[in-house]
Every structure is written in C-alpha cells, then in structure tokens.
C-alpha cells in the first residue's frame, strides 16, 4: 500500500522555523522524484520545491528561494522540506507529491500556520 505522510507541521511565530518530513512507503521511493506544494486557503494549490529522484536537481518557487531548503534521503525514504524566515503568506496546508512518469502519489497533508 503507497503511503505518503507528511509530519512537522504546526504554529510557528513571524520569523521561525519549521521542518517538514514526508516519509514515504510502499513504492521504490528513490525512483521517484519529490515535490512540496501547499495551499493556502482560498488559492490554488501551489509548487514549493522540487527535488529529483537522486537529489542532483533541485528548484524552489520564487517566493521560498533563500528560506526554504528540500532534501531527501533514500535511505530513510523520506524528503524534507527546511522553511525558515516564516512569515504569514506561508501560512498554508502542505503536501508532498512522489511523480515518475506514469505514477504519481500524494500525501493527505500538514497545517502550517505562521501568526504572531
């Protein structure tokens, strides 16, 4: 059975930090690339941060470029998603996607709210 489950979420002060973990079970994880989206409320859903299936190309959204900081560990099957510098905007439910061509797997999400 696929799994992915986000974890790391919570109430985070203007300013503070989070890490997100989304740990990954029933496929060949490092055969997948990962991504982090998240969705405020009343918007679309939106990329965060991509990272390959072996971590060689990475690409971040322009409003986290320089806060935020994806990695993943093949090992753990687990990718991460470091958010530092919060502020309100980023204030969201973020979910992380598995993708290879043909297949495409997502987690059920995790609150993220930054409020002083």
């Known amino acids: 059975q696929v799994q992915l489950v986000e974890s790391g979420g919570g109430l985070v002060q203007p300013g503070g930090s989070l890490r997100l973990s989304c740990a990954a079970s029933?496929?060949?994880?490092?055969?997948?690339?990962m991504t982090w989206y998240r969705q405020a409320p009343g918007k679309e859903r939106e990329l965060v941060a991509s990272?390959?299936?072996?971590?060689?190309?990475?690409n971040y959204a322009d409003p986290v470029k320089g806060r935020f900081t994806i990695s993943r560990d093949n090992g753990k099957n687990t990718v991460y998603l470091q958010m530092n510098s919060l502020n309100i905007e980023d204030t969201a439910v973020y979910y992380c996607?598995?993708?290879?061509?043909?297949?495409?797997?997502w987690g059920q999400g995790t609150q993220v709210t930054v409020s002083s």
């Open positions: 996607q598995a993708r290879r061509v043909g297949s495409e797997y």
């Open positions: 029933g496929f060949t994880f490092s055969m997948y690339a």
């Open positions: 990272i390959s299936s072996r971590g060689g190309s990475i």
